[in-house]
């Protein structure tokens, strides 16, 4: 059913150096036939009804992971000697060791005849996808185009089913997730403003590629069916990566977790291949974890990624009303951030907060204030915030009294909500705790300011 590589490889072998302990050589790969080659006949073809033996979408459809790992090694996937999947609920399934690995070690090489790349499905498309992606465009969304690429690309995969040369890896992906694209209005509903902006923006993504879709020789049975175009989407949302514009999906390379605290690292090399370092010594029995985005602010990995990092040290101040006034300064959701565990407030919080409150009542104070910002004259910020230090603080007050109180109404609606038809609940609930701890946090300190 699945086309088989011929692959001759050389040993892989531990190299000593001063600077890294042991490294893990990947090389001498000769492929007799490729994967790339089989896509470039076939994709035009799998414009056409659907075979059976398609990746079941339903709910209840078991990931099938271990046959997907000894795939890829047929394939040519190559890992350190004690890498393994590992999954406590069968359901979520990651990257451990039952090995010592040390820092420096190759402990995931994905040939690129496995990796998906938007580069690589704009070759087989040629040019049938340009009307497609002329509508992402005048939407906005030229940025989007490569993720656009890869979406295409695995409905085109999934649509072969198991002629599909990665018909087994789709089978071993999950079948539900828990996105801003999946999320429903009564979701938005029930999160803070910040949030609910993240995960409709990713609906509304979903919505412009939904669109797009219907402008590409695609089969009406799959561009019709909102199940298959939803999946397809959260997978190349939540398995891809951005690498120098472009955006790569590696069997196998994609079953990394992630975490405030990491212990390896995924790149490309300059053919398309994927290599995961240990960046850390990792000990036996523990996790390889890489970083997703930003490890200090929670919130758009939960929109994007459908999870919340409880690790993050912090999270984004949800001043949503001055969001004008942080971008007149220079900053951005990432400077303005409220700290978990000690309510410790960001500088940059501050200096918005003071500039919105002088906007509001002396613009030529703001002003002021403003030429002061930009000519890093860090003396006279400082006079400001001293004089005006009162106003800052009950502008900041009453914006965290304001969001405790919207998180409990939040909360209590979320909970009001039936798990059958809005199984995102939990996940939601979790989000609107995270942010009531860190809030409760900061008004203690402020109270006491």
Known sequence: RALYLSIQFSLITPTQSSSKPATLLCINM???LSLVAVCLAESVAAFSALPPGVVN??????????????????????????LQLTSYDGQDYFAATQQDIPAGTCVMYVPSDVVLSSSQAAQEFGGALGDAENQLSMAGLQEKI??????????????????????????????IYNTGASMTYACFDCLPPYAAWLALTERQNFVNFQKASKYAPMNEEIVSNVTILKWAYNVALTRSIDWYGERYIAPMGDMFNHSTETEAEISYDENGNCMVYATTDVYAGSPLRVSYGDPTNPTPLFASYGFLDETSPATFCKVMHMKDEMEELGYTFADLLFYKDTG???????????????????????????????????????QYHEQY????????????????RDLDKWSTKANGYDLNTHPRVPLILAHNEFVKETFLNVKNNLDYM
């Open 30 to 32: 000769k492929f007799n």
């Open 57 to 82: 979408l339903s709910s209840s459809a078991q990931r099938d992971v271990f046959t997907m790992a000894d795939w890829a090694a047929s394939f040519g996937v190559q890992q350190a000697e004690g």
């Open 146 to 175: 490569p993720l656009f690429r890869l979406f295409m690309k695995i409905l085109v995969e999934y649509g072969k089913g198991e002629a599909s040369p990665w018909y087994t890896w789709l089978n071993s992906l999950p079948r």
């Open 344 to 382: 410790d407030i960001s500088p940059q919080v501050y200096d918005v907060a003071l500039y919105y409150v002088l906007k509001k009542n002396d613009p030529s104070l703001a002003d002021g204030f403003y030429q002061t910002m930009m000519s890093g004259d860090e003396a006279a910020k400082s």
């Open 389 to 404: 230090w009162q106003y800052t603080k009950e502008e900041m007050q009453k914006h965290v009294d304001g969001t405790l």
